[in-house]
C-alpha cells in the first residue's frame, strides 16, 4: 500500500517570480513527489506550494525548498498585508492515505530538527506536534511576527523547539507541524443581513458552543444581495460536511432564512465527499474502494 | 491527458481454475493494462473480469483473453444458470476518464473485427455500437442461447456484424460493444411486502413510464424482514443516483413505508458520487478536480 503525505509549505514572497520558481523547482520532477498547486499574490507577499508524496521524498523535497528559501528570502525588507514570522513561515504535514497522524507527526519533527541544524534556523513545532498546548495554534506561536520574535523568544514559554534561541538574522522562525486536511466550506443564505450569517456563524463554531472541529465566520456577498456563513472544517473525520451544512439549515430556520447553494474551496479528500454520500442516501457497507478511480491510484 | 477505458469481459467458464487463471493471465503484467477485479462461481459457471487501462494495450489485452477463452472452452459440455452463446459471452467496452463514448465504440468494433477474423468467432455489437436497434439489448442478442443460435443466425435479422454467419463449433458467439459505466443501486423500504417493492420498481423503471436510464426490480430481504427495490442506472450521467433515490422516497410515500438504508454494489465512478454531494449540498461551480485524490491519478 503506497504510503501518501501532503505538504502545503507558506513562503514569504508573493512579487519576484524569479525566487518563486527556484523554491516551487524543489517539488518538480522528484521522483515520488508531484507539486499539485502553487499560488502567490503581490498583497499577501505570500507563496503558497501544494504538493503530495511518499512521505520520506516529500520530506526532503521540503527541506530543499526551505533551503532555497532561506538563502533567496530576506525577512527585514518584507512587507505584505499577511501575517509572517519567517521566509518559510509555515510548513504543516497532513496524512493522506495509508499514512496515520502519528506518521505526519514524525515526519514533521524529523523535518524541523534538520532544518535547525542544517540552516541554524529556530522551529517551533505546532498543531498536532506542538510540544504544549499553547502552541498548538499557529497564530498564536506567530504573534508579534518576524519584527517581535526577537523580544518574544526571551520568554521561557517562547523557547523554540529546535535551534538557536533567536531568530535567524534574515530568515526568522518557522513553525513546523503535523494537522489534518483542511475542508473550506461555505454556505449561502438567502438574506442580505450580515448579522444572520454572523449569528449562525456564531452557534456553528466550537467556540461558541458549536461542532468541535468548525471555525466559521459570517461573510457579506454584496454583489449577490446575500450572505454566507464560511467554515474551515479542521477535523473532517470528525465533523462532517454534512453535519455542518444541517446544523447551518436549521439555525437559518429560525430566522425564515434559506440557503441557497454552498461551496467547497480548493481541495477535498473523497472520503469527505463519500461521507456526505453515505449520510443522505443512507448507504449500508459503504467503502472507499468501491470508487472506480480509488483503484486506479495504486 | 491519460485515456482510459474499461472493459468487463464475460466468460462461460467458473469451475475449472487453470482454464480461469490462464484467461485472466492475459491481464495480468501488462504495461498500462490494470486488472481490478475477477470473479466466478460455480453455480452460474461463468467468469468475470474487471479491467481497465490505456484503450489500445486493453484492446490487445481483451482480444489475447478471447483467443485463450475459445482455445480452452467448449460450449457443447457447458452448464450453468446463467444464459449465455458463446465461450466468451459479452464484452463490455466502458469509457472511464478522457476517453469519449464514440472513441469506446471504436475500439469495440476494432476488437469484433479482429477476433472474427483471428478466431473465426461471429460477433455481434450491441449496446451503443449496436447496427440495428433490435440488437441494442443482450438479452434479445443471446436469446436462444449457445444451443439455438445456429437456427437463429439463419434469420435475415440474425446475422452477424463480423465472422461467419454460423456459431463457432465450440466457442459459440460472442456480443461486443461499448456501453456507459453501469451503476447498481438498491433501495431498503421498511415494510415486508414485497408488492411495495414492486410497485415501487415499476414506477421507477423506463420501461413502467420511469427514468430514463433506470431498470428496477422489487426484492424480497427475507433475512431483514424488509423489502427493496433494485436498480440498475445504465447512465448515471443522466439519471442521477440521487434522483433515483429521491423517486423511490416519494413513491414509497403512497405507501406510509420509509426508506431505511440503500447500498451501492461494486464500483462507482467518482463522477456519480459528486453528482450526489452536488444535489444535496446545492454546490455551486464544483468540479472533480477538486477531489484531492483525481489530483494523484495522472
Same mark, same amino acid.
Given at each position: 500500500?503506497?504510503?501518501?503525505?501532503?505538504?502545503?509549505?507558506?513562503?514569504?514572497?508573493?512579487?519576484?517570480?524569479?525566487?518563486?520558481?527556484?523554491?516551487?523547482?524543489?517539488? !518538480?520532477? &522528484?521522483?515520488?513527489?508531484?507539486? /499539485?498547486?502553487?499560488?502567490?499574490?503581490?498583497?499577501?507577499?505570500?507563496?503558497?506550494?501544494?504538493?503530495?508524496?511518499?512521505?520520506?521524498?516529500?520530506?526532503?523535497?521540503?527541506?530543499?525548498?526551505?533551503?532555497?528559501?532561506? *538563502?533567496?528570502?530576506?525577512?527585514?525588507?518584507?512587507?505584505?498585508?499577511? +501575517?509572517?514570522?519567517?521566509?518559510?513561515?509555515?510548513? +504543516?504535514?497532513?496524512?493522506?492515505?495509508?499514512?496515520?497522524? *502519528?506518521?505526519?507527526?514524525?515526519?514533521?519533527? *524529523?523535518?524541523?530538527? %534538520?532544518?535547525?541544524?542544517?540552516?541554524?534556523? +529556530?522551529?517551533?513545532?505546532?498543531?498536532?506536534?506542538?510540544?504544549?498546548?499553547?502552541?498548538?495554534?499557529?497564530?498564536?506561536?506567530?504573534?508579534?511576527?518576524?519584527?517581535?520574535?526577537?523580544?518574544?523568544?526571551? %520568554?521561557?514559554?517562547? %523557547?523554540?523547539?529546535?535551534?538557536?534561541?533567536?531568530?535567524? +538574522?534574515?530568515?526568522?522562525?518557522?513553525?513546523?507541524?503535523?494537522?489534518?486536511?483542511?475542508?473550506?466550506?461555505?454556505?449561502?443564505?438567502?438574506?442580505?443581513?450580515?448579522?444572520?450569517?454572523?449569528?449562525?456563524?456564531?452557534?456553528?463554531?466550537?467556540?461558541?458552543?458549536?461542532?468541535?472541529?468548525? &471555525?466559521?465566520?459570517?461573510?457579506? /456577498?454584496?454583489? !449577490?444581495?446575500?450572505?454566507?456563513?464560511?467554515?474551515?472544517?479542521?477535523?473532517?473525520?470528525?465533523?462532517?460536511?454534512?453535519?455542518?451544512?444541517?446544523?447551518?439549515?436549521?439555525?437559518?430556520?429560525?430566522?425564515?432564512?434559506?440557503?441557497?447553494?454552498?461551496?467547497?474551496?480548493?481541495?477535498?479528500?473523497? %472520503?469527505?465527499?463519500?461521507?456526505?454520500?453515505?449520510?443522505?442516501?443512507? /448507504?449500508?457497507?459503504?467503502?472507499?474502494?468501491?470508487?472506480?478511480?480509488?483503484?486506479?491510484?495504486?
Amino acid at each position: 500500500m503506497k504510503k501518501l503525505m501532503q505538504c502545503v509549505p507558506n513562503f514569504s514572497e508573493g512579487r519576484d517570480k524569479e525566487t518563486i520558481e527556484k523554491i516551487v523547482e524543489s517539488f !518538480r520532477n &522528484k521522483d515520488k513527489v508531484k507539486l /499539485l498547486d502553487y499560488s502567490f499574490d503581490t498583497d499577501h507577499n505570500r507563496l503558497v506550494v501544494t504538493a503530495v508524496g511518499e512521505p520520506h521524498e516529500l520530506k526532503n523535497a521540503v527541506i530543499e525548498a526551505i533551503g532555497k528559501a532561506i *538563502e533567496l528570502i530576506d525577512m527585514t525588507t518584507h512587507k505584505g498585508q499577511h +501575517p509572517r514570522m519567517g521566509a518559510v513561515d509555515v510548513v +504543516p504535514f497532513i496524512p493522506i492515505k495509508n499514512v496515520t497522524m *502519528e506518521e505526519a507527526i514524525a515526519v514533521s519533527k *524529523e523535518v524541523a530538527q %534538520q532544518v535547525a541544524e542544517k540552516y541554524g534556523l +529556530p522551529v517551533f513545532l505546532y498543531e498536532k506536534s506542538a510540544s504544549a498546548t499553547h502552541r498548538e495554534n499557529l497564530s498564536m506561536v506567530r504573534k508579534g511576527e518576524f519584527e517581535g520574535m526577537t523580544e518574544k523568544m526571551k %520568554q521561557a514559554d517562547w %523557547q523554540p523547539d529546535f535551534g538557536p534561541a533567536r531568530p535567524h +538574522p534574515t530568515a526568522g522562525c518557522v513553525a513546523i507541524g503535523a494537522r489534518m486536511p483542511l475542508v473550506a466550506y461555505n454556505v449561502n443564505i438567502g438574506t442580505n443581513k450580515l448579522e444572520i450569517a454572523n449569528a449562525i456563524a456564531k452557534n456553528l463554531r466550537h467556540m461558541g458552543g458549536g461542532l468541535r472541529y468548525c &471555525k466559521a465566520m459570517g461573510v457579506e /456577498l454584496k454583489e !449577490r444581495e446575500m450572505v454566507q456563513v464560511s467554515m474551515n472544517l479542521t477535523d473532517f473525520t470528525r465533523t462532517a460536511i454534512y453535519r455542518a451544512h444541517e446544523l447551518v439549515r436549521i439555525e437559518a430556520n429560525r430566522y425564515g432564512v434559506p440557503i441557497v447553494g454552498a461551496e467547497i474551496v480548493g481541495l477535498v479528500p473523497m %472520503q469527505a465527499l463519500t461521507d456526505t454520500v453515505e449520510y443522505y442516501l443512507g /448507504l449500508e457497507n459503504f467503502s472507499v474502494n468501491q470508487v472506480l478511480e480509488t483503484n486506479l491510484m495504486e
